[in-house]
């Protein structure tokens, strides 16, 4: 089996890129757009032009998983075009290509929870209406259509895996490496947002065992699947947590003032992953001790 990994060089991307590598050697093609001299099997891509026709007109592929695009709400907002660039218009480029020379390749698109935007009850199931508050989920809601679109209009194989809030080893953004970064120069932190806000986190590992259950047992007909662990997590309860595995006490607070563009409070209802065969194998607890003990390891090369 011949798969292809969009955004091989991402926090995601690498762990699936690693993932599969391991379980079909030389058969795993990385692409990105940062330059690799001594990698195998992977691609340049033009940051600034992305160009995926040579790439599935010199090759065939089973599976092409798109890990790739600007993962960042602020962002979005204050460039919004950029992201629309990484997360849309490159989304049509990279299926594009794939109806002109490889139809038979399954595409598996990494979307975002942030589709939702502020949903008005919990949990979450795929058949919600879609209020996106942000340009990063907008746009990756657009990508979602755009998927659906190629599947029914052209028969590519399509899948969208909407990810509520992935974290693991080589993260270095997002709640708990911040939490990290402001708990070195001092034991007492100031936080965004009430402590209130929850999320429905799911470890990197879990994630990769998802990526598994989707190329085996999924049919790739335009559909959407939420990936999380259906646990509603307080931020003031994972703030908790995250710091229980710190040798110091670290004091905090919260400021109270939400960022613009993030949402409240997500649930995810996880039904139809579940009927895929998911059964989750890391705790919350036990994702974020690995997490420190990686940020431990990093810290003292």
Known sequence: ??????????????????????????????????????????????????????????????????????????????????????????????????????????????????????????PIDETFISHPISPYGWHKLQSEMLCREFHEQFNIHTICLRIFSVYGPGLKKQLFWDLHQKSKNSNKVKLWGTGEESRDFIYIKDFLEVVNLIIKNAEFKGQIINVANGEEVFIKDAVSLFYQNFNQKIEYEFAGNNRPGDPNNWLADISVLKALGYKRKDTFADGLHEYYKWIQGIERE
Request: negative net charge; contains cysteine.
């Open 1 to 122: 089996m011949k798969i292809l990994i969009i955004g091989s060089k991402g926090f995601i991307g690498h762990h699936v890129h690693n993932y599969f590598s391991q379980q079909f050697p030389n058969q795993v093609c990385g692409a990105d757009v940062i330059v690799d001299y001594t990698a195998t099997n992977y691609f340049l891509i033009d940051a600034s032009n992305a160009d995926f026709q040579n790439i599935f007109r010199e090759n065939q592929f089973d599976f092409c998983i798109n890990c790739s695009g600007a993962a960042s709400v602020s962002d979005s907002i204050t460039n919004p075009s950029r992201d629309y660039h990484l997360n849309t218009h490159n989304v049509f480029k990279m299926l594009e290509a794939i109806r002109q020379f490889n139809p038979s390749c399954k595409v598996i698109t990494l979307s975002s929870a942030a589709v939702y935007g502020n949903p008005t009850s919990l």
